[in-house]
């Protein structure tokens, strides 16, 4: 896990943000190009390696959605390909249901507009409640870490993406 | 990238787009989808109870192109196969017909899986509620 060990933190799901930020900027002057001016070569071009490499791991570990995926990634898991099998039906039924009413709308059938109002609200409640309950699945493999705490945060994170395109599209046929 | 000539007439030209009743007892439905992309793929077999033949098959997919012409390659080769024929069908043979390219074999696979849900679908029912043969 080359973005903790770069920052020195344990891998865990839940981190401290303002903690986060404070290790970020004391290594990041640790790694400033300025200390290395005088250096060899080589080490030059480590400090910079490391620094680039801790400048990816700041972006991605302060946002917990991004964090989840690196940590899914680092454990072996592919988020997005065993899809199929990680979204429940009825989301799909709801899923379906709702690109038909987009696409009604989109045939110029403005009845469908109120069901996608109606649609965009759940579908942003189920967002929220998914952020909640990211919370705790988080907590819970810090207290046990290996793949089986991860199963269900890959699952959970494909029911967020799913949404949260869907989401893009409601927002861009409502405010049309 | 491009996409090929045959992926092209699907797209523009999809067969067999609908759907059909799904409480009916030799109606099979799958619905499949891939969240990585967003998309949703809801694909109809109607079965002859006595012959086992596939006698029509419906789709509609939300989705890019590939996945779209992917059900709909699936449902022109449905029909007229058994049941048994259809399962054998394999995400590979879509990818060969369409050429599809490498980013774009998940799509095939969604339509294998979309197929396979169906006749389980379609099995289930006849389980539950066996043709009065």
Known sequence: MDYYRVLGLDPKLQLD?????????????????????????SVRDAALIESSLLNDAYRTLRDPLAR???????NGFDIGLQG??????????????????????????????PQLSAARDNFEAMLAKSS????????????????????????LLNRRRYIQNLLRDVHGYLSN | MAYSEKVVDH??????????????PNVGT????????????????????????????????????????????????LKGKTVDQAMQIKNTEIVTELALPPVKV???????????????????????APALV
């Open chain 2, 30 to 77: 799958g619905m499949v989808g891939a969240p990585e992309c967003g998309d949703v793929m809801k694909l109809q077999i109607k079965v002859d109870p006595i012959s086992g033949i596939i006698e029509d098959a419906k789709f509609k997919t939300f989705g890019c192109g590939s996945a779209i012409a992917s059900s709909s390659l699936a449902t022109e080769w």
């Open chain 1, 17 to 41: 943000l303002n903690e986060l930020q404070q290790l970020f900027y004391a290594r990041s002057r640790q790694l400033h190009p300025d200390r290395f001016a005088r250096a060899e070569a």
């Open chain 1, 84 to 113: 199929t099998k990680d979204v429940p039906p009825e989301l799909l039924e709801e899923v379906f249901d709702l690109n038909m009413a987009l696409e009604e709308l989109k045939a110029g059938d403005e009845s469908a507009r």
């Open chain 1, 68 to 74: 989840a995926e690196y940590i899914l990634k680092e």
């Open chain 1, 132 to 155: 909640a309950e990211l919370d705790g699945l988080f907590a819970e493999y810090d207290q046990h870490p290996g793949p089986e705490p991860l199963k269900p945060i890959r699952a």
């Open chain 2, 11 to 24: 797209y523009t030209n999809p067969r067999n787009v609908g759907s059909m009743d799904k409480t009916d």
């Open chain 2, 106 to 128: 998940h799509c095939s696979v969604l339509a294998e899986d979309a197929i396979k849900a169906a006749i389980t679908d379609y099995k289930k029912k006849a389980v539950a």
